[in-house]
């Protein structure tokens, strides 16, 4: 069974960074792409980045150059490290993955079949 685990999330003036982790079990980036949505209020939810050994990493156009993804050694945790965060950033952050869909553009659109809690992300101006 896939669960993932996210935490990390924080109260962070804009400019400022966090660190996400995501803990999944059942599943390494080696089975299929593990990555981060988003949801703010009131709004739909987005496709943040994904990661996979197959594939590599993938960043939405909005946080591209200010967020990273990685893995660990072991492959079962991601995280998701965000730089010169805005308050468009301000969503509740979840981890998700599903095996029928690779890292690429598509990712970001897909209807994923595994969620994990989510982490809520606040950035003040």
């Known amino acids: 069974e896939v669960q993932l685990q996210a935490s990390g999330g924080g109260l962070v003036q804009a400019g400022g960074s966090l660190r996400l982790s995501c803990v999944a079990s059942?599943?390494?980036?080696?089975?299929?792409?593990i990555g981060w949505f988003r949801q703010a209020p009131g709004q739909e939810r987005e496709g943040v980045s994904c990661?996979?050994?197959?594939?590599?990493?993938y960043y939405a156009d909005s946080v591209k150059g200010r967020f990273t993804i990685s893995s660990d050694g072991a492959k079962t945790t991601v995280y998701l490290q965000m730089n010169s965060l805005k308050p468009e950033d301000t969503a509740v952050y979840y981890c998700?993955?599903?095996?029928?869909?690779?890292?690429?553009?598509?990712?970001?659109?897909?209807?994923?079949?595994?969620w994990g809690k989510g982490t809520q992300v606040t950035v003040s101006s």
């Open positions: 059942g599943v390494t980036i080696d089975d299929q792409a």
């Open positions: 990661i996979s050994s197959s594939d590599g990493t």
């Open positions: 998700v993955t599903d095996y029928f869909i690779s890292c690429t553009r598509r990712w970001l659109y897909y209807d994923m079949d595994h």
